[in-house]
């Protein structure tokens, strides 16, 4: 059985205060007195309404948890600069009974984009950095496929996802441990645009590591060494890294991923995203996003009486500066800022930002009208966490309520069902009774590819074939006939996607390509399915 503390430091605070004024010296409590008691007054029931607002919270989160199947979670509230309520539910790991509580770490993903923003913002403080540099003025080695874009690619575009580069471009490599940050970089040069330069949104998670570079090459500093001393020191995150490497050998307080598989809850191995870094590699608790949360509500840019960032550079990352979608009436915005998504939520304007990786999940959301801030974190996939979110921002601000973790998970069954289905007619044309033109001897081999470097078709020990992606202990797929000369490839890690591997033939009749479709399993998202091109195809040339 669970217990829940519902932290309520709002409330203690305005009493400690109260005493303390009561307590003091004539002189003391003359100069302690500038806060009329009228004002006391009003904290002391802004308080206890946020704290009534919130009656039966944890005991609704914790029903949703389980009707999810989500092994553990966190979630913090920030309101009127205060953390009214910060909170674990479940486990570290459905394997062991050891509880999150508001201190565990979790991998925050994207919403790591909003930080390098910040810090990116810091330098515009500091007059060594414009948005509207251009990113060759700082890395004069960054290179696209298009030589004028390369020219003209600035500071603002890498944070507003303009570039025109798509969002799985070099996600590949991001996965390689071998490819440091740079190799990352410089594979884009070999990559086609999704889209024409500034023509539209593109979600770009590499374009978001180039930024960071930025960062480390005007600061003098590493990417994560700007962020430990610049942005987690003065925050007061004292448990947030830049990478699962930094993790404390003795520290035990940290979440562990978890996906589901075939209709099963496993648990999976932790994915290292150092090469990633300034796109989505920061790890952190609840406790400390909400010092990050502080930061931007109430006076924007000042934690603690202390200016960290200028109103200008606040104004500018919560500002729309490119589209997303076409808006209807109930949400009629729909911009990205920078490192914010911005949008309206029941005629409430929000800046928020999503984090999604291998068995994490996190929401954090910003309603500046309420002088609201949520963040909502979970070890493994779902879009519970954004129904968390929405509830509360419902109790805060009076609105009428809704169930929308029920209503959202059966969304989410539809999209799962829907996904399955997809998969299953992919299965059901597969054709039977056919044979590979080529022979295993012929496919073996190293072939090579501009962007991702070398794969090899190596012989099992079974006398089957395997397919090796990259040398780091994992990228191993078993290859299966499927039919013709079209092979599945299966990780032997259960928590990657299946692929879809075709070879063709030279004039000789021998093995001449080795094209990967990266998956054809339907990815989920928490609106429903990714489109059928969202990974795209990749034709290895063979070497020997």
């Not at 810091?122 to 950095?129: S, W, Y």
């Not at 304007?349 to 909502?376: K, W, Y």
Request: contains cysteine; negative net charge.
């Amino acid at each position: 059985m669970l217990r829940f503390k519902t932290i309520s430091i709002l409330i203690a605070g305005v009493l400690v205060a109260s005493t303390q004024a009561a307590c003091a010296s004539p002189a003391a409590s003359s100069a302690a007195s500038t806060t009329p008691a009228t004002a006391i007054s009003a904290q002391v029931t802004q308080a206890s309404a946020s704290t009534d607002a919130l009656a039966g919270l944890n005991e609704q989160i914790e029903q949703g948890r389980q009707d999810w199947g989500v092994p553990g979670m966190a979630v913090a509230i920030v309101h009127r600069d205060q953390v009214i309520h910060a909170e674990g539910y479940g486990v570290l790991r459905q394997s062991e009974a050891a509880a999150v509580n508001a201190d565990t770490l979790f991998g925050v993903a994207s919403t790591t984009k909003a930080m390098t923003a910040a810090a990116l913002a810091m330098l515009v403080d500091e007059g060594k950095l414009d948005w509207d540099d251009k990113v060759i003025d700082y890395l004069p080695w960054f290179q696209l496929a298009d030589p004028w874009v390369t020219r003209e690619v600035t500071i603002r575009d890498l944070l507003t996802h303009r570039v025109g580069v798509g969002r799985m471009t070099g996600n590949r490599l991001q996965f390689m441990p071998t490819a440091d940050r740079r190799t990352v970089i410089e594979a884009m040069r070999h990559h086609e645009f999704e889209a024409p330069f500034r023509s539209r949104y593109v979600y770009s998670n590499v374009m978001y590591s180039v930024a960071g570079e930025v960062v480390a090459a005007i600061s003098g500093m590493s990417w994560d060494e700007f962020m430990a001393e610049r942005l987690f020191k003065p925050l007061n995150m004292q448990r947030s890294n830049t990478s699962i490497t930094q993790f404390a050998a003795n520290d035990a307080n940290i979440a562990w991923p978890h996906q589901w598989i075939d209709g099963e809850l496993v648990e999976i191995q932790r994915r290292n995203f150092d090469n990633v870094g300034a796109s989505a590699s920061v790890n952190t608790s609840v406790n400390d996003m909400a010092q990050w949360i502080r930061l931007q509500l109430g006076e924007p840019g000042v934690y603690q009486g202390q200016r960290l960032l200028s109103e200008a550079v606040m104004r500018e990352m919560h500002h729309p500066q490119i589209a997303t979608g076409r808006g209807d009436r109930s949400e009629p915005i729909r911009a990205y800022g920078l490192g914010w998504t911005l949008d309206n939520y029941r005629g409430l304007q929000r800046s928020q930002h999503g984090g999604a990786t291998d068995g994490f999940n996190t929401n954090l959301v910003l309603v500046p009208e309420l002088d609201l801030g949520i963040v909502v974190v979970t070890n493994t996939f779902s879009s519970y966490q954004v129904a968390v979110a929405n509830d509360i921002i419902d109790r805060i601000a009076g609105l009428e309520r809704r169930d929308w973790s029920a209503d959202m998970l059966a969304r989410y069954q539809r999209s799962y069902d829907a996904a399955m289905a997809e998969r299953e007619a992919i299965h059901a044309a597969r054709q039977t009774g056919t044979k590979p033109s080529l022979s295993h001897e012929q496919l073996l081999g190293r072939y090579h590819d501009a962007q991702y470097g070398e794969v090899e078709v190596f012989a099992t020990e079974n006398g089957g074939l395997a397919l090796h992606f990259w040398d780091d202990g994992v990228s191993i797929l078993d290859l299966e006939h499927w039919h013709h000369d079209t092979w599945r490839a299966s990780y032997r890690n259960r928590a990657q996607r299946e692929k879809f591997v075709h070879f063709t033939r030279d004039r000789d009749g021998n093995a001449a390509t080795l094209e990967v479709t990266w998956t054809l399993r339907p990815v989920l998202t928490q609106v429903g399915i990714y489109p059928t091109n969202y990974y795209r195809n990749t034709s290895f040339q063979r070497v020997n």
